[in-house]
Nanobody, 120 residues
């Protein structure tokens, strides 16, 4: 079982920056990828950024060039550096981890979410 705990959310003015963290605990046989997703009120959850076990990253079109995903494997922590924030970035941000518990059983875990509000 893997537990994911996000932190770092808050309220920031447009143009500002925030860094989200996601600490993973528990054991996994093999991690495939970790990522950040967000969900605004009345909207579907959408991809923000992912990073796979090889270090390759993928970003949603709306955050490319502004957000950076990274991980510290020694600390089992995933980060999301968010720069030049816009009001439309306002959402609950969720941490996600996908992998396998053994050779054949996949898992897909989510954190509880952290609120990011961009407002003047």
């Amino acid at each position: 079982q893997v537990q994911l705990v996000e932190s770092g959310g808050g309220t920031v003015q447009p143009g500002g920056s925030l860094t989200l963290s996601c600490e993973a605990s528990g054991s996994a046989f093999r991690v495939i990828a970790m990522g950040w997703y967000r969900q605004a009120p009345g909207m579907q959850r959408e991809l923000v950024a992912t990073i796979n076990s090889g270090g390759a990253t993928n970003y949603g079109d709306s955050v490319k060039g502004r957000f950076t995903i990274s991980s510290n494997d020694a600390k089992n922590t995933l980060y999301l550096q968010m720069n030049r924030l816009k009001p439309e970035d306002t959402a609950v941000y969720y941490c996600n981890e996908r992998g396998y518990t053994d050779y054949v059983t996949p898992y897909d875990y989510w954190g509880q979410g952290t609120q990011v509000t961009v407002s003047s």
